[in-house]
């Protein structure tokens, strides 16, 4: 039992089923003691009416008149009364074998001929010196009303005690059963089994839903987590490298003769190289800050036309001083709700790439078109492309196609992309732009404003 | 010279940072956590702060709110973490002037500084700059050269006008992405230098004897002739 009361569940079952009883015990005495005192002075009434009666005959024909009445009153088949004329303490007349009764109501045991002793209310009343008249009723027929009322209610009781016990086990027993599943989950992810989730049923109630929230968590943690093992093994790779050639630069300028301007040379390559890991390092953490979506605070209704105009006019002259075009078409009047910044930075970077790994006369071209269930920004050049095959790979972190080792950069371009993306709820497409590449960035139309 | 207070616990950067500050001659004094930082802006006269987001104890923007609810005036560049843009938010709301995120090169932040610095209160802005031979009205947005008005972009004119109201000062590329195309992430092309390059061919042609001035891997320079 103390391990029963050990668990919220059947506690709380527990004392909702006792309250219940205690609710039904105090009604029952109330009604019990309410139907008692309304008898007795139904009954009181009654006598004293009665004795009226009595009282008037004695008072017009003395005491042979009383004991006619009484005889008359007694033989009446609807007369419900007993009587008894004292004379002193002495009973001289009717059939209430009983002892002489203090003056007033009492209550007293009588000699039924054919029960025996029984219990009677009464009341005596003295009808002149000598002679008192005693009038009572047997109150038998009140005892067997308490003793149904009594019955009833114990009955009642019992059943809703029994009930009570019995659907709190039940409730008690489901509740746990649904909050042990819960916790035998969590206990399996503490030790180290991130795949388990609670499993539920399909009724969607309280716990199901509390289960799906449970579930929906551990799946974001579990791609949190996966992001950050992931960010901690590329940068163990792809850091090694750059790191190791920094150090070899340094340990061979120091190797060589002390020429100041052959050591300066290597302190400004050596800046350079650890300015790019910082960039790396930069970007590294970015891309973590947008998948973490920390900053969905600064989303806001934007105007992706005017967005897509500003950053394809501030990228223009750098992209024509490359060698290659750029052109844009953005009609004015769509509006999305997002990160302005990130926005104009994925932008960005796909204008960035479409420069980085194309030929000199490359054009580039940017559009915004509203289809029918999103809005989309594309990025297209007529360069080389990329190989079907490397299409989705090109978007994974760190994955630069062998091409692209040549040129600068860190793999990280269109990641971050993705990233930027997936927290807007849209997502980044590459297809084969025949030739060339077409970089497509789809924001849901549900996210428009 | 400037009088500036660094605020920062690690004593490897607060080293770097005062050596780099005190070449460049400005006086640097240096506290090490919150509560002294608060002291000293209350005690000693400073002309600019160097707030390092990460303290031991009272946190780089609680410090932040405290100084500025002791009415101290003096223009505060937050520094904040790689990845903490919470902070940048934080530091800008509780009345940072600007930040920069480490690592950072110490000329980006000497140009920060001084941009702050000189930075005029807001209703004593000119609108009107003679610069060399370059005339810049800020009102209508023209610029003219001599009695030449030269046809500019409107982010060309803007760029023009973050320099003509940091004349003689640097003015970082990270400067001009941020006060023209209000961009904080790299873009990793040389976007400012083709705008710049652009800039200076108009000008040019409109007979200017060319007064910006490159200063090698940091930015830019209007030169300032009084």
Known sequence: MTNLLRSAAYRLSFFYTAACAIAILALGSGVYFAAQAAFQQQQDEDLSAEMRVLKREFKEGGRNDVIDAMTRRQASPNNRFLYALFDG??????????????????????????????????????????DSLLVAIDTESLEALDRTILFLFTGAFSLVLLL?????????????????????????????????????????????????ALNAMLDRIVILLENLQQVSGDVAHDLRTPLARLRARIEAALAGPADPVRLREALESAMQQSDDLLGLFNAILRITEIEAGASRSAFQSLNLGELIGIACEMHAPSVEDSGRSLTWHAPADIRIFGDKELIMQAVSNLLDNAVHHTPENTRIEVGLVSADDRVSVSVCDNGPGVPDADLTRVVRRFVRLDRARVTDGHGLGLNLVAAIMQMHGGKLVLSDNGPGLSAELQFPLHRLS | MMRILVVEDDSATSDLLRDALVARSHRVTIAKNGSEAIQLADDAMFDIGILDCMLPDIGGIDVLREIRRRDVGFPVIMLTALGAINDRVAGLEAGADDYLVKPFAIEELQARLSALYRRPPLESKPTHFLIGDIEIDMLSRQVRVGSKRVHLQPREFDLLAVLAENAGRTVTRSMFLEQVWTIRYDPRTNIVDSHISRLRTKLKSAGSSEPIETIQGVGYRLRHRD
């Open chain 1, 89 to 130: 303490d002495r009973r001289v007349a009717g059939s209430l074998t009983a002892r002489r009764q203090p003056v007033g109501f009492s209550n007293f045991t009588f000699e039924d001929p054919e029960e025996g002793p029984d219990k009677a209310r009464g009341l005596l009343m003295p009808l002149d010196r000598h």
């Open chain 1, 164 to 212: 009570g016990l019995i659907g709190a086990t039940l409730l008690g027993r489901h509740l746990k059963r649904r909050l042990d599943r819960i916790s035998e989950t969590a206990g399996a992810i503490a030790a180290g089994d991130l795949s388990r989730r609670i499993v539920h049923s399909d009724r969607d109630d309280e716990f199901d839903r509390v289960d799906n």
